[in-house]
């Protein structure tokens, strides 16, 4: 079973990103790791118990890291972070929680993520959820002219 820690650097080496954007401790460690390795990447620090106030960042990010943060936040400030980071455009967002600390698989999902992995450090166990744009919403076969009732309407009409 894999740890946070080797979850985020997979992720990270994986997506390559010229711009990230860290919450939490691991986090932070992970991003400042890659950001002396690569020399240009554009690294944005949140801090675990304001993040908000650091929103909305002045770029889109390619990938934002959570980490250390929605176990020390109230549920619905929490749910405002990953909302703005997903609404601001964020590529790819990687959220570590432990479970018990209010967060369920269904918030998650409520929001776009997916369970990743289910991980463990130190005997304490974590679930990797992640989000990214270019998956999110897959495109559907019926969404076409073809399977129109007036498929000669098609881009001409908006109501």
């Given at each position: 079973?894999?740890?946070p820690?080797?979850?985020?650097?997979?992720?990270?080496d994986?997506v390559?990103?010229?711009?990230?954007?860290?919450?939490?401790a691991?986090?932070r460690?992970?991003?400042t790791?890659?950001?002396?390795?690569?020399?240009?990447?554009?690294?944005?620090?949140?801090?675990?118990?304001?993040?908000?106030?650091?929103?909305?960042?002045?770029?889109?990010?390619?990938?934002?890291?959570?980490?250390?943060?929605l176990?020390?936040?109230?549920?619905?400030?929490?749910?405002?972070?990953?909302?703005?980071?997903?609404?601001?455009?964020?590529?790819?967002?990687?959220?570590?929680?432990?479970?018990?600390?209010?967060?369920?698989?269904?918030?998650?999902?409520?929001?776009?993520f997916?369970?990743?992995?289910?991980?463990?450090?130190?005997?304490?166990?974590?679930?990797?959820?992640?989000?990214?744009?270019?998956?999110?919403?897959?495109?559907?076969?019926?969404?076409?002219?073809?399977?129109?009732?007036?498929?000669?309407?098609?881009?001409?009409a908006?109501?």
């Open positions: 079973m894999a740890t820690q080797q979850a985020f650097a997979r992720l990270v994986t390559q990103p010229q711009s990230l954007l860290v919450c939490g691991l986090a460690k992970i991003g790791h890659w950001q002396l390795h690569t020399g240009n990447t554009r690294l944005t620090t949140l801090t675990e118990t304001a993040p908000d106030d650091a929103l909305p960042v002045s770029e889109i990010q390619d990938l934002a890291l959570v980490s250390d943060t176990e020390h936040l109230p549920k619905a400030q929490g749910q405002i972070l990953l909302g703005q980071l997903r609404n601001y455009g964020t590529h790819q967002i990687a959220v570590v929680v432990e479970p018990d600390h209010g967060w369920s698989f269904t918030d998650f999902i409520a929001l776009g997916r369970r990743q992995a289910e991980l463990e450090s130190d005997g304490a166990p974590s679930t990797l959820y992640t989000y990214n744009i270019d998956t999110y919403n897959h495109k559907r076969a019926w969404n076409n002219p073809d399977n129109w009732a007036n498929p000669e309407m098609w881009g001409k908006w109501w």
